[in-house]
T-cell receptor, first 109, second 114 residues
Framework: EDQVTQSPEALRLQEGESSSLNCSYT??????LFWYRQDPGKGPEFLFT???AGEEKEKERLKATLTKKESFLHITAPKPEDSATYLC??????????FGDGTTLTVKP | ETGVTQSPTHLIKTRGQQVTLRCSSQ?????VSWYQQALGQGPQFIFQ???????GRGNFPPRFSGLQFPNYSSELNVNALELDDSALYLC?????????????FGPGTRLLVL
């Protein structure tokens, strides 16, 4: 069965304190790994898609990387507006999406 | 914001009732997926529709059913509501059914079953 585990469950940072979020996965036939940001009471907002090990994508203060077993979302010099829950999802050859339970990031000014 | 819209935004039902949730996909998208998100958890895949046919389903019972219309909008129907059905229901659309296609989510419908 496909599994996605995100760690830590919650992360509290001071503004400007860089860190990384982890997404470990066990799937058969990975077709894509997706990162989303979700604000309370809202739908997930798309951030990145990664397709193969070694791939990296960047957007503002965020950088996503992918290996054969895990993905990292690096946050450089975060700001309070980066506070949200970050979700990781994998899609397999069967077309099914499996999400992790997310990491809730809080950035204090 | 994405072009995916959902209605209603909130809904309260009692156990045993039936509910219909609606989703309009983003322009140019022909595939719609539905997810259930319980509080504090990640979204759980319910099913996917491509060109009006269901082409993938998660571990949900048959009382969860859906439709996709020729304009690619979609409905999620849940019969015989149970208390555990209380959740945020999310709709996501994509350009195609391919597993590598990016899905864009709507704002969700918050369902409370009493």
């Amino acid at each position: 069965e496909d599994q996605v585990t995100q760690s830590p469950e919650a992360l509290r940072l001071q503004e400007g304190e860089s860190s990384s979020l982890n997404c470990s996965y066990t799937v058969s036939g990975l077709r894509g790994l997706f990162w989303y940001r979700q604000d309370p009471g809202k739908g997930p907002e798309f951030l990145f898609t990664l397709y193969s090990a070694g791939e990296e994508k960047e957007k503002e203060r965020l950088k996503a990387t992918l290996t054969k077993k895990e993905s990292f979302l690096h946050i450089t010099a975060p700001k309070p507006e980066d506070s949200a829950t970050y979700l990781c999802a994998v899609r397999t050859n069967a077309g099914k999406s499996t999400f992790g339970d997310g990491t809730t990031l809080t950035v204090k000014p | 914001e994405t072009g995916v819209t959902q209605s209603p935004t909130h809904l309260i039902k009692t156990r045993g009732q039936q509910v219909t949730l609606r989703c309009s996909s983003q322009s140019g998208h022909n595939t719609v997926s539905w997810y259930q998100q319980a509080l504090g958890q990640g979204p759980q895949f319910i099913f996917q529709y491509y060109r009006e046919e269901e082409n993938g389903r998660g571990n949900f019972p048959p009382r969860f059913s859906g439709l996709q219309f020729p304009n690619y909008s979609s409905e999620l129907n849940v019969n015989a509501l149970e208390l555990d059905d209380s959740a945020l229901y999310l709709c996501a659309s994509s350009r195609g059914q391919g597993a590598g296609e990016t899905q864009y989510f709507g704002p969700g419908t918050r369902l409370l079953v009493l």
